[in-house]
């Protein structure tokens, strides 16, 4: 059962009195109440992700098999037409937006519909925009090193995933939370260990296996607060913490510009200094970032228009 991995029992055994937490969360990540399968649309797109046999054609097809998300896509590529000759079918979308945005926008809208019944009580909408925005920054930045496939973009748009559960199923644990990551500045993740023992890498790590997603992208959910961790690099079934390292530099510009729930730790003032970039640039060759933070804002915030 995926559960049983959510946390370490030593580290639990340090938190006997929320127990209870743990296990009730062990029994939703068993079931489908956390994570429902991805539609078979989704699931296919996913599953594409990284092939690169897979051409425009085959991703049309793929696409225009779910009417909810072939609107949502022509919606997007109207937008970007600026009013020029209407786009009406998928391949002209394609055709105008490229493969690369039409994934990002088909993986967003597959990961929102995915858990839209666990409404928070939050700011919903700034928890989707943290998640769209660092999705987008992640694959920039993982794109200044590597040819990237599609997996960044969707890894880094479940890395917060675990907060929509403890939000949705454990309200009163969760406010707790935030108050204490708030009032001390310490991140949600350090807060959460604090007081319950686990956080919400672990949570989300163990939903991303429930949807039985890549090796990659659970392990990238699972350390992107703790990427050079020797537990994950030295990990045979990882990257070598790379992914995670780029989601981690993406939380860190979109938490720069407090695009994010509250309570995020203290930032470092530079890029620079932050020791998950230095990571990236002295391990692995960087061909160039070109990064423009309110354009990559405004492209997140339209993206998120077409879901709703």
């Keep these: ?23 009730r969360i062990v029994e939703l990540l068993d079931s489908d109440t956390a994570a429902p399968a991805f539609s078979p649309v989704v699931t296919k797109l996913i599953r594409m ?49 490229g493969l690369r945005e039409m994934r990002c926008i088909a993986l967003t809208v597959g990961v929102v519909d995915n858990f839209n019944h666990l409404r928070i009580s939050i700011n919903w909408r700034k928890f989707w925009l943290h998640s769209v925005l660092v999705a987008r920054l992640t694959d920039k930045i993982a794109g200044a090193f590597r040819d990237v496939s599609g997996l960044e973009y969707l890894a880094a748009l479940l890395h917060d995933i675990g907060k929509l559960v403890l ?86 510009l979109a938490n720069f510009r407090e695009i994010n729930i509250g309570g995020q730790a203290e930032l470092a003032s530079t890029l620079d200094e932050l020791p998950e970039w230095k990571f990236l640039t002295n391990f692995f060759t ?17 993206e998120l228009s077409f879901i709703a």
């Design 167 to 252: 939000e949705h199923f454990f309200p009163r644990e969760f406010e707790s939370v935030v108050m204490r990551a708030m009032e001390r500045r310490c991140g949600h993740s350090a807060a959460e260990i604090d007081l319950l023992g686990f956080d919400h890498c672990s949570i989300g790590s163990a939903l991303c296996q429930r949807l039985n997603l890549h090796p990659h992208i659970i392990h990238a959910v699972r350390f992107h607060h703790q990427p050079i961790h020797p537990a994950h690099i030295d990990n045979p079934e990882g990257d070598g913490g790379f992914l995670s390292a780029c989601i981690s530099v993406a939380d860190y």
């Design 49 to 97: 992700l990284g092939d690169e046999t897979v051409g425009l054609d085959e991703i049309s097809e793929v696409v225009a098999l779910d009417p909810g998300l072939s609107a949502r896509c022509l919606r997007s590529a109207n937008s970007a037409a600026n009013g020029t000759q209407p786009i009406n079918t998928i391949p002209q979308a394609l055709l105008l937006i």
């Design 286 to 302: 960087c061909r160039g970032l070109d990064l423009d933070l309110d354009e990559e804002i405004d492209l997140a915030e339209k």
């Design 1 to 23: 059962m995926v559960g049983r991995r959510l946390v370490d029992e030593a580290l639990l055994a340090a938190h006997p009195t929320k127990r209870w937490v743990h296990d």
